[in-house]
C-alpha cells in the first residue's frame, strides 16, 4: 500500500503515515539502504520490527528524502543531513529563493504493528504512534496519574491512558535524555478527550519546562504530536 495518511498539524508540521500490507521481500527490494541501516535491518528480531522500519524509508523516498539523508546520534535519535531533499521542495528554484537546505528540517519517526510514521518540520517535534489497547489502561498506574481516568467509559480510558504514554514517549523523542522516567519526571495536565490537545512539564535536572501536545485517532491508533512551548 502507498502512503495512507497526510496530516497537517500546523504550517510547518506534517505528519505523514505508511500502512504496510508489503511482504519483508517487497518493501526491501523498494528501498535503497546504507550499509549501517542493512546491518541493523538483519539485525532485528521480528518481521513486524523490520518491515515497520523499510516503511519508514518508504516515506522517505516517498518524499523524496532516501535513506542516506537519515542519520542517527549514540541515543538512537534520527537527524535529517542538513542538506536533505536540496530543491527537492521546487522543481526549478528561483535565484531568490531561499535555499531549503538552510532551514533545518526534524524529523521524529514511530511504528506500531502495521503502520509507520515520520514527521518532518521546522519546529522540534516528537511523535508517538501508539495501538489502542486494554494493556495501556492496566499499566496506567505505573506511568501517569490515574486520576485523570476518572468518570470515564472503559473505551474513553484506554483512549485517554494511550494519549498520555504517547506525550510521554513523544516529549522523551523531543529531549533525548538518559535518566527521564515518565512517571517521575513528566506530567502531564488535565485535559478533555474531545479537545484533541494538552500541555504537559518535564522536571528533570532542576527545571521545569512546558510541552504543547496534539493529539489524534488514526484508524485504530492514537498519534500525538509534542511541541516545546516557545
Ligand atoms: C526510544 C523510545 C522513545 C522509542 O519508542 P517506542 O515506542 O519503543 O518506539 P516507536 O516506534 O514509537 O519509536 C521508535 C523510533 O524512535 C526513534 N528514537 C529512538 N531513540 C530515540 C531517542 N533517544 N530520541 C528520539 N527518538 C528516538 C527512532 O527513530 C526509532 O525508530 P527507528 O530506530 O526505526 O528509526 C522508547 O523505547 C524509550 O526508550 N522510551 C523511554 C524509556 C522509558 O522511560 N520507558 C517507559 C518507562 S515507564
Known amino acids: ?19 504496510i500490507t508489503e511482504d519483508v521481500t517487497s518493501l526491501f527490494r523498494a ?35 532516501n535513506d542516506y539523508d ?17 530543491w ?11 535555499h531549503p537546505s538552510s532551514i533545518i528540517q526534524h524529523i521524529s519517526i514511530s511504528h506500531s504493528h502495521e503502520f509507520s510514521c515520520i514527521c518532518i518540520s521546522d519546529e ?10 486494554e494493556k495501556t489502561l492496566k499499566i496506567a498506574p505505573r506511568f501517569m496519574g490515574v486520576k485523570h481516568l476518572e468518570n470515564l467509559t472503559t473505551s474513553e480510558q484506554i483512549e ?5 504514554w504517547g506525550v510521554k514517549e513523544s516529549i522523551f523523542k523531543i529531549k533525548n535524555e538518559k ?6 519526571h513528566i506530567f502531564e495536565d488535565e ?28 484508524e485504530a491508533y492514537i498519534f500525538v504530536c509534542a511541541f516545546p512551548n516557545k
Open 1 to 19: 500500500m502507498p502512503l495512507h495518511k497526510i496530516l497537517h498539524i500546523n504550517e510547518n508540521t506534517t505528519a505523514y503515515f505508511w500502512h
Open 31 to 65: 528501498v535503497s539502504l546504507r550499509d549501517t541501516s542493512l546491518f541493523r535491518l538483519e539485525g532485528m528480531k521480528s518481521e513486524e520490527h523490520q518491515k515497520g522500519f523499510l516503511a519508514v524509508r518508504m516515506l522517505l523516498q516517498h518524499l523524496g528524502y
Open 70 to 86: 537519515l542519520t542517527y546520534d549514540e541515543a538512537g535519535k534520527p537527524h535529517l543531513m542538513p542538506e536533505a531533499g536540496s
Open 88 to 98: 527537492k521542495l521546487e522543481e526549478t528554484p528561483s535565484p531568490n529563493t531561499q
Open 124 to 133: 522540534l517535534m516528537g511523535i508517538d504512534l501508539e495501538k489502542l489497547k
Open 160 to 164: 485517554k491512558a494511550t494519549v498520555i
Open 179 to 184: 535518566g527521564i522516567s515518565f512517571p517521575e
Open 191 to 218: 485535559f478533555d478527550l474531545k479537545d484533541g490537545k494538552c500541555t504537559a512539564k518535564l522536571h528533570f535536572n532542576n527545571q521545569i519546562e512546558n510541552f504543547y501536545i496534539q493529539f489524534y485517532n488514526v
